[in-house]
């Protein structure tokens, strides 16, 4: 077997992106996550050059059409890892675990971030501070890099009142940069800081050895993820402050739409172009030969 690097090496595995690679950006060049639940978006992501693909939980709410994040199970995120991973695409694919999916016990959670890691996913997320630690070590213990996820972790959205802006106050803030360190020490390669003040986020990441991801964390992380369907435009019931959108698809797929539609009601759609023909022996075996059946290109055969 040849070690990275060394002659004999698969390609494919050779440029893709690790967990030591992301590691090894803390400080550097911005990383770049995307969320992707499907074989077109990881190809997508993949193409467009991002570092990491999070097959997150907020597939309930963006692809399955739920009202947050708790309803999604294991078996739904193993699912959209195994799509995700089929495209085999360059950027570290990191799988979210779901609710009550790390919650019970850690042997319950080792198998559960298996189920991920078979389905194809490098690394897993899992949110919430020194209260998940015994997890957290119990994943890593079991060879599976760990991301963590702070700040606001949507899985708790009843016990936080609502998706609200998190560690506003100085205690909340301290309390947040002590989990960001006791995750860090014990393992985790990376944590995603979500919608908290741009200055608690840069004290985190000063204080952490491993890179910060933010969302709605302001521009003092050592990275920046999006949602797909948010950076894309896909989703355009709800803008939180932190999104840019880069594109309008869910308009530009409606306008086609559209046009299909009206194409086919007016019978501009399929054309002589988009439909197969008889060839001209078989017509005339038909007796069809010059009628108005055969007219349009009858020459041509399927
Ligand atoms: O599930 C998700 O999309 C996430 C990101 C918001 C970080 O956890």
């Known amino acids: ?27 550097g ?139 506003k106050l100085a205690d909340a803030a301290t309390q947040l940069v002590d989990d960001a360190v006791t995750l860090a020490d014990a393992g985790c390669f990376a944590i995603v800081l979500e919608a908290v003040p741009d200055t608690v986020a840069r004290l985190v990441t000063e204080a952490v050895s491993v890179p910060t991801i933010g969302i709605g964390a302001g521009a003092a992380c050592d990275g920046q993820v999006l949602v797909f369907h948010d950076l894309l435009g896909i989703e355009d019931r709800v803008r939180p402050k932190f999104v840019r959108r880069y594109a309008s698809l869910k308009d530009d797929a409606v306008a086609a739409m559209t046009a299909y539609a009206a194409d086919v009601r007016s019978r501009r759609f399929p054309s002589d172009a988009e439909s197969y023909h008889l060839s001209d022996d078989t017509s005339r075996a038909l007796g069809l030969y010059g009628s108005t059946a055969n007219t349009r290109g009858a020459s041509k055969s399927a």
């Open 29 to 167: 060049e911005p990383l770049v996550m995307v969320t992707a639940y499907d074989a077109p978006g990881a190809r997508i992501a993949d193409e467009a050059g991002v570092d990491m693909i999070l097959v997150g939980d907020s597939l309930a709410m963006v692809v399955l059409g739920y009202e947050d994040t708790l309803q999604v199970t294991i078996e739904d995120m193993a699912h959209h890892t195994a799509a995700v991973a089929r495209a085999k695409p360059r950027p570290l694919i990191v799988g979210d675990l779901p609710w009550l999916s790390y919650h019970v016990s850690v042997e319950d959670t080792v198998r559960n971030a298996a189920a991920l890691i078979r389905a194809g996913a490098q690394a897993v997320k899992l949110e919430g501070g020194a209260k998940r630690l015994a997890m957290v070590r119990g994943i890593l213990d079991a060879e599976v890099p760990v991301m963590g996820h702070l700040g606001l972790t949507p899985q708790s959205i009843h016990a936080l009142g609502g998706f609200k802006v998190q560690a």
């Open 1 to 27: 077997m040849a070690l990275d690097g060394e002659e004999g090496d698969m390609p494919a595995t050779a440029t893709r992106v690790t967990v030591p690679d992301v590691r090894a950006r803390k400080g």
